[in-house]
């Protein structure tokens, strides 16, 4: 069986007119087909075809598409009463709540509409393709299909098979996807599917940063800007889609993998959710909100106008020592040469993974005068840098001051094996990591989903490439014996091609 999703009477079912799916009947009959749609409740489907006509003259004004292409794309759209009038269609993507048994109502209604050769599809987000289609007569036609609000101008979309679904399907799903003009990528179903999962690193690694008192939320997302080179910070992020949306994902996400560690949700992101304190959506989140609804940010203190009377840099690592000793020769600093730090210097210690701590103890440093710098990513934007909990706050103070003399800010955290950005973005290679060895999908497309679903800087695989797969091998195996925490392992795709010494895009026979 094959359906030819270029034929010219291509008839799309949209059920539920909410966000998600006026998105995906927009770029659907922008795409060339008809759809027809329908919501439970009354007048909600025309509500949707005024607000996509709307959305399409705007792109016309623009000079995306022609008035004509607008005009001639809103007509392709139909409002239907009831599930009943989806029978002509070739396709059906349900975009309803993310509820199970709803979903799985809707579907075993469906069967008995449409023809058997209809391909039925769900757009959920989190939940298991393979349960929801589970007690279907004919579950071999039915997959996942997850687009990204907002659908118009978010590319990507998920093509996800469920345990029963045939090939054909999918195939056809991923030549949908293209006629949608989106970038389809195809996934075996898992927890989260692909995109969710990877971004458990960056939201859960925020989280559990902040409850632990290693920083707060403006400096972690101020880390993750200037440093990681993100968009927004994690908690940027979860204020614009909601702790309503992002901690039940994230239980979901943790409970369907069996606990497994790496997703373990945030004490954090529960209490505040449980609060109802979800961000912009309730005006008040991790953030306070002016009246214009503008988050407010206390300004970061000026910088320490005190200065060390020597300094000593750790050769331990060698390429990190020698980044900030060039880093001090343009502030105008001379390092000691010496083998040992004299009396009074202050001591730079430049770990992979390591907390302050640790890399004083370890290398017999004294740790009242100790202070750790990340020099694992470009410290041109900011820089940010570690003192232990005995760490004099006089050293600690010129060691700030000194750092940030050329005026390139720099954030002060807690003591933390891996500092801020080695941390989540280590996480966040791990997770990639994980779903590239459980065959969800490959590496290349774990990349390309991340960069256009999340907006990523890099996909996991690019910034393992980037950083250096053994740092960030070593900056995860540090984490887990540091921590004793399951969570912070190695993923065996990562730890067989840092000991290879190869790309993590690397792929398998």
């Known amino acids: 069986m094959k359906l030819d999703v270029s034929r010219a009477d291509l008839t799309v079912g949209v059920i539920g007119t909410g966000a998600m799916g006026r998105g995906i009947a927009q770029v659907t009959a922008a795409g060339g087909m008809r759809?027809?749609?329908?919501?439970?409740?009354?007048?909600?489907?025309?509500?949707?075809?005024?607000?996509?006509?709307?959305?399409?003259?705007?792109?016309?004004?623009?000079?995306?598409?022609?008035?004509?292409?607008?005009?001639?794309?809103?007509?392709r759209i139909t409002i239907v009463d009831s599930h009943k009038d989806m029978k002509p269609c070739h396709v059906v993507i349900e975009a309803i709540v993310e509820?199970?048994?709803?979903?799985?109502?809707?579907f075993t209604e469906l069967e008995d509409i449409v023809t058997p050769e209809c391909i039925l599809v769900s757009n959920t987000s989190s939940m298991s393709v393979t349960t929801i289609g589970a007690k279907l007569k004919t579950p071999q036609r039915f997959a996942g299909f997850h687009f990204f609000n907002p659908v118009p101008l978010m590319k990507l979309v998920e093509v996800i098979s469920g345990l029963l679904t045939e090939e054909w399907v999918c195939d056809a799903l991923m030549a949908l996807g293209r006629r949608m003009t989106r970038e389809p990528v195809r996934l075996t179903d898992a927890p989260g599917f692909l995109v969710n999962q990877v971004g458990r690193g960056f939201s859960l690694e925020g989280s559990h940063l902040v409850y632990e008192g290693v920083s707060t939320f403006a400096d972690v997302d101020r880390v993750m800007r200037d440093v990681g080179g993100f968009r927004m910070g994690p908690f940027e992020l979860m204020e614009l889609t909601g702790l309503d949306v992002t901690q039940p994902a994230s239980s979901l996400i943790y409970n369907q993998f069996f606990q497994e560690p790496r997703y373990r949700p945030s004490l954090i992101m529960q209490s505040r959710f449980e609060a109802g304190v979800l961000g912009r959506k309730s005006k008040k989140g991790f953030y306070e909100y002016d009246k214009d609804m503008k988050a407010i940010f206390a300004p970061e203190a000026p910088a320490p106008a005190a200065r060390p009377e020597s300094v000593w840099v750790s050769p331990v690592e060698a390429v990190g020592s020698a980044k900030l000793i060039e880093l001090l020769s343009k502030l105008g600093t001379s390092v000691e040469t010496g083998a040992k730090p004299s009396a009074k210097a202050l001591i730079l210690v430049t770990p992979i993974g390591e907390d302050a701590t640790t890399a004083a103890t370890s290398q017999g440093l004294d740790p009242k005068r100790t202070i750790a710098v990340d020099t694992l990513f470009p410290m041109v934007k900011r820089r940010t840098i570690m003192p232990t909990p005995i760490t004099d706050p006089a050293y600690r103070d010129a060691a700030h001051g000194l750092l940030a003399s050329d005026g390139v800010p720099v954030t002060v955290c807690r003591d933390s094996p891996g500092f801020i950005a080695q941390r989540i973005i280590a996480m966040i290679v791990n997770i990639g990591c994980s779903i590239a060895q459980s065959r969800t999908a490959s590496a290349a497309d774990i990349d390309k989903a991340v960069t256009l679903g999340l907006n990523y800087p890099n996909g996991p695989f690019k910034f393992g490439d980037v950083l250096g797969v053994q740092n960030i091998h070593r900056i995860l195996e540090n984490m887990n014996k540091i921590y004793a925490d399951p969570r912070y392992r190695p993923n065996i795709w990562l730890t067989r091609r840092a000991k290879l010494g190869v790309s993590l895009l690397t792929p398998e026979p």
């Not at 509820?99 to 809707?106: C, H, I």
């Open 99 to 106: 509820n199970l048994d709803a979903k799985r109502a809707l």
């Open 35 to 75: 759809v027809l749609m329908t919501d439970a409740r009354p007048g909600a489907a025309a509500e949707a075809k005024d607000f996509i006509g709307k959305m399409l003259d705007r792109a016309a004004e623009k000079g995306s598409i022609s008035k004509d292409e607008a005009t001639a794309a809103t007509a």
